[in-house]
Structure formats: structure tokens, C-alpha cells
């Protein structure tokens, strides 16, 4: 069965300084991968996501995430983060068509 | 367009009441799904549909029932509300049957079962 692994619950980092939010996937066949973000109280947004083609993948508020077939890793990143990034972040994946499983969040939390 | 409305969003419920959580969208969406939030378990898949009376199961199916009549509509039951079902209940709504399509997301239910 298909899993997302989120290695950090929460990130902290300072205004301005770039960030990276890690994410694993475990498939044996192709996938869709996908980067939502939650603000505080709110449903979920899509920020980005690959389907095919170029591995790095860019997306809304100048974040990017880079698709790694052999590390089987898809990790979000962004030069420099601004106090309204703080939010919680999911990664997700979809094997097949109709399922979509995502991974436990990161808390982005950037400070002044 | 409202998107995807879900009622209510907040409710309380006392252990063995029955419910059920309202979720519709006017996108004209065929994919709708429901979700379930829980702290450091993130979001896990409970039912969904592909299409007009079509539904099926997701990782934790169990207590839940859904059914999809039209397009626009589906809504998620609870025969009898355990306390384990305290959670933040999210519906989602994507273009197409599959999933390879942006979801859109409802603002949640929060629901208390004491």
C-alpha cells in the first residue's frame, strides 16, 4: 500500500530565511504527487503539484518542490519565507485514480 | 460560485446520537471525498464518490455512512456517535473521477462527541 512520510511535525525559521519541508512517498508504480497548505482555521489549498514531466515543479506564494524518483522524496522549498507562510503543510499522494492518502503535516512556524 | 459548503460547522453530539454532516458543491464536480482531521494524524481518507450513485470506502470507513444522489450533494452519516469521531471533518470536491485534479476543500465541521 501506498504512504506519505512527513519527517518534521513542525519548522521553525526565521523571516526571510529559505526553508525546506521534507516528504517521502513508498510506491512501486507511478504517482501523482501533491502540496497542500492549511492556514489557521481554514480548509485546505493546493500549492503545487507534479503529475508528469519536469521534476521541479513550481507553484503558488514562490514555493517549489522537486520530484526525486530514486529517493522517492518530493520536497518543498522556498528562498525566503514570510511571517503569512505560517501554516500547517500536507504532502499527498494518489496511486491509481481514485484515492488521494496524505501524509501527517509539517507546522511551518516563521518568526519576526 | 460558493465552491464547496459544508453545515454545520460546529457540533456537539452525545455518545449513540446519529447525524449526519452536510457537504455540497456547485462546480459541477463528479469527484467528492470526506476527510477526517485529527492532531499529528493529518488528514485521512472516509468515503468517496466518483460520481452520481456511485461510492466507495476509504482507510477509515468504519461508523461512516455515505450515499451521492445528484451531483451537487454528499452528505456523510453517523449512525451512532462514538467519542473517537471527535474530530475536524473536511469534504472535498475535484473536476473529473479521479484524483490527479486539484481538490477543493470545505471550511470543516467540528464535531464533539462526548
Known amino acids: 500500500a501506498q504512504s506519505v512520510t512527513q519527517l518534521d511535525s513542525q519548522v521553525p525559521v526565521f523571516e526571510e530565511a529559505p526553508v525546506e519541508l521534507r516528504c517521502n512517498y513508498s510506491s512501486s508504480v507511478s504517482v501523482y504527487l501533491f502540496w497542500y497548505v492549511q492556514y489557521p482555521n481554514q480548509g485546505l489549498q493546493l500549492l503545487l503539484k507534479?503529475?508528469?514531466?519536469?521534476?521541479l515543479v513550481k507553484g503558488i506564494n514562490g514555493f517549489e518542490a522537486e520530484f526525486n524518483k530514486s529517493q522517492t522524496s518530493f520536497h518543498l522549498r522556498k528562498p525566503s519565507v514570510h511571517i503569512s507562510d505560517t501554516a500547517e503543510y500536507f504532502c499527498a499522494v494518489s496511486v491509481g485514480t481514485d484515492k488521494l492518502i496524505f501524509g501527517t503535516g509539517t507546522r511551518l512556524q516563521v518568526f519576526p | 460560485n460558493a465552491g464547496v459548503t459544508q453545515t454545520p460547522k460546529f457540533q456537539v453530539l452525545k455518545t449513540g446520537q446519529s447525524m449526519t454532516l452536510q457537504c455540497a458543491q456547485d462546480?459541477?464536480?463528479?469527484?467528492m471525498s470526506w476527510y477526517r482531521q485529527d492532531p499529528g494524524m493529518g488528514l485521512r481518507l472516509i468515503h468517496y464518490?466518483?460520481?452520481?450513485?456511485?461510492?466507495d470506502q476509504g482507510e477509515v470507513p468504519n461508523g461512516y455512512n455515505v450515499s451521492r444522489s445528484t451531483t451537487e450533494d454528499f452528505p456523510l452519516r453517523l449512525l451512532s456517535a462514538a467519542p473517537s469521531q471527535t474530530s475536524v471533518y473536511f469534504c472535498?470536491?475535484?473536476?473529473?473521477?479521479?484524483?490527479?485534479?486539484?481538490?477543493?476543500f470545505g471550511p470543516g465541521t467540528r464535531l464533539t462527541v462526548t
Open positions: 462546480m459541477n464536480h463528479e469527484y
Open positions: 507534479y503529475l508528469s514531466g519536469s521534476t
Open positions: 472535498a470536491s475535484s473536476y473529473g473521477t479521479g484524483t490527479s485534479n486539484e481538490q477543493y
Open positions: 464518490s466518483v460520481g452520481a450513485g456511485i461510492t
